[in-house]
């Protein structure tokens, strides 16, 4: 079956531009996540989705980002403005549902950079 | 809160030589913990993982990994490694009832012949 799929795989985009990535996850999965990975850096949380509940925004870094998601398919990452520190990998990924020992399903990112 | 430490930024192993990557996390209550592994290029894939039961863990592609709890330490292992190993490697931390997995800021394993 499909991974989780990310698109676009990369992105240039000017600063002061709105840039929006998308996340297919895997058919069935309840749960999505939204991860930024900056050059040589771990992983960064930033969204959480399960479901038709209230998603997790703790790890939004500024009012400039928001995602959203409909019912358990497509996401959607928005970033408005954008800023050179906000060039990095975008990471989205899926997991079966919310227990905490279900595995995360990654797709292999958008690579955005701003200039 | 809880945290991942992956102490080693970079380690070169010889085609061969046996690897250990450590990593300790902080976690209040029983950990949920993980290895993935990331090729250049792509996203995370799941090497193994531990819940509860036994502390030696095997996974995919012939790693597995220690969970001392004395130690709140979580490190993997391979007896020999393959130029296809080259990577970089992240142990991440959840736990029952949270659901946000909190990553290390990973190992890279450079293979040389």
């Known amino acids: 079956g499909a991974g989780v799929s990310q698109s676009p795989s990369n992105k240039v985009t000017e600063k002061g531009k709105d840039v929006e990535l998308r996340c297919d996850p895997i058919?069935?999965?309840?749960?999505l996540y939204w991860y930024r990975q900056r050059l040589g850096q771990g992983l960064e949380f930033l969204i959480y989705f399960q479901g038709n509940s209230a998603p997790d925004k703790s790890g939004l870094p500024s009012d400039r980002f928001s995602a959203e998601r409909t019912g358990e398919s497509v996401s959607t990452l928005t970033i408005q403005r954008t800023q050179q520190e906000d060039s990095a990998v975008y990471l989205c990924a899926s997991r079966l549902d919310r227990a905490a020992n279900s595995p995360l399903h990654f797709g292999n990112g958008t690579r955005l950079t701003v200039t | 809160a809880q945290s991942v430490t992956q102490p080693d930024i970079h380690i070169t192993v010889s085609e061969g030589a046996s690897l250990e990557l450590r990593c300790n996390y902080s976690?209040?209550?029983?950990?949920?913990l993980f290895w993935y592994v990331q090729s250049p290029g792509q996203g995370l894939q799941l090497l193994l993982k531990?819940?509860?039961?036994?502390?030696l863990v095997q996974g995919i592609k012939g790693f597995e990994a220690e969970f001392k709890r004395s130690q709140s330490s979580f490190n993997l292992r391979k007896p020999s490694v393959h130029w296809s190993d080259a990577a970089e490697y992240f142990c991440?931390?959840?736990?029952?009832?949270?659901?946000?997995?909190?990553f290390g800021t990973g190992t890279r394993l450079t293979i040389i012949p």
């Open positions: 976690y209040g209550a029983t950990p949920y």
């Open positions: 531990y819940f509860s039961g036994d502390t």
């Open positions: 058919s069935g999965h309840t749960a």
């Open positions: 991440a931390v959840g736990g029952f009832g949270n659901e946000k997995l909190t």
